[in-house]
């Protein structure tokens, strides 16, 4: 273990106070033994880093899905005390709103005989890699709206039903969103990618409900056993990366006109109730909007391809939840036995929002929210549902997926993704990418166990196991 670490209980671990100098806080990280092995230190140095920002409550966080990111680290999570806190793009990620969604329809396996058709089709439908144009053209006023109102413009466009509103964190539309905090670069990289998935770890994926932990949630969820799901992995595409781009510099030039000391550059910040704060702000949740909009017209295409070639029912094809696991927002929490308001990061983390509580639907009301853990193109991803104890302990939160263990590159020297598409079409899924290069970047391989991750989180109470949910079917970016 790597020096200066405490252990405090069977998955939790802290790196105290002078672990790098300037912390107000402790850091904690989530972790089974098994996994300590995949830890990097350049990832728990970032974790340390967070807890030097002003205004940071409790603790810097990590779940078990940590490794190195921008600035704080992937499956970071952190709370800023709203009037002496920060905000800070890194603690976001370049693709904000990067999310998932995951649908039920009424097939089951056997209902797949014409899985490559499906997938061919599902790949033509929704375009994929680096810059997918989509042939969708929106108008700049209606990129406008969208950046406003998320998933009910979408919706308001025809591209889905409003059940799809309310199965959305937010309701796929965070307020507070200012378009004009969007600049006219990232607005052209936006238009043309709306409706697009996007490369690398975006993916489109045909799965199996292949086990039930959970009866009363997976019944208040809609999913059954055996059961045919899609899973729909992206964010915001260029529009998003732009806007991070274009606030980081802001916000560098922000930490030094309000004299923020910061251990690294990566962290740039400005306090929440500052100008270039809200302005940050805005901009990102007109993003996160954006994403939302195009994960609802993504689903609008999927259900385009398996009315067309199941023979089901367009509104038979229902929208389990949408989550957001790149993003800052403002929430009430206990701190301290007191109701206080925080800007919430979660980089590479998921809302999960216990019972009765705000913004739950009502349907999952008395279940919690659905927390959806995508594990990789060849191992199973979970359904998880928000629970008391991350209330208590994370700011509601929890991991976002597995998390990697080797770095693009390094999948890319060591992997072949000839072969492992083949081995995984040998145990039935079938994957269809750009090109064999995109696979062994993504490979299963490349990523920790997704059981290992799901089980820390479980054990520790801070969402609780749902449903298993098998590939058969993969599409990525
Ligand atoms: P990220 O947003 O950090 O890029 O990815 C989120 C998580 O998605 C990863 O940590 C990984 O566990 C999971 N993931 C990546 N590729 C795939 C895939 O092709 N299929 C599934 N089901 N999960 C994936
Ligand atoms: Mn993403
Ligand atoms: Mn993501």
Known sequence: MIEGIKKIGDYEWELPIGFV??????????????????????????????????????????????????????GGVAAFEYESGVISPGGVGFDINCGVRLLTTPLTPGDLIKKKEILDALYDAVPVGVGARSSLRFSEKQLETMMTEG?????????????????????????????????????SRGV???????????????????????????????????????????????????????????????????HI???????????LTSPEGKAYYGGMAAAANYAWANRQIITHQIRSVLTRLCGIAYDDIRLVYDVAHNVAKIEEHDVDGKRTKVCVHRKGATRAFGPDCQDVPPDYAHIGQPVIIPGSMGSSSYLLKGTDVAMDRTFGSTCHGAGRVLSRSQAKKKLQGKTIRETLGRSGIMIKAPHDGAIAEEAPDAYKSSSEVVSVVHNLGISRLVA??????VIKG
């Not at 466009?157 to 539309?173: R, T």
């Open 261 to 271: 000391n910061l251990p690294d550059k990566q962290l740039a910040c400005a306090p």
């Open 21 to 74: 100098e300037g912390m107000h806080v402790p850091g904690r990280f989530f972790l089974s033994e098994k996994l300590t092995g995949t830890l990097e230190e350049g990832a728990l140095h970032q974790l340390a880093n967070v807890a030097t920002m002003p205004g940071i409550i409790r603790n810097s966080l990590a779940m078990p899905d940590i490794h190195w990111g921008y600035g704080f680290p992937i």
């Open 192 to 258: 043309p990618q709306c409706g697009t998935l996007g490369a690398g770890n975006h993916f489109l994926e045909i799965q199996v409900a292949q086990e039930i932990y959970d009866e009363p949630a997976a019944k208040a969820y809609g999913l059954e056993k055996g059961q045919i799901c899609m899973m729909v992995h992206c964010g915001s595409r260029g529009l998003g990366h732009q806007v991070c781009t274009d606030h980081l510099q802001i916000l560098e030039q922000a930490t030094r006109k309000y």
């Open 151 to 187: 998933t009910a413009f979408a919706v308001g466009e025809g591209f889905g039903n409003k059940d799809d509103i309310l199965h959305c964190e937010e309701q796929g539309g965070m307020k507070g969103a200012e378009p004009a905090f969007v600049s006219k670069k990232a607005r």
């Open 468 to 473: 298993r949910l098998e590939p058969l079917g």
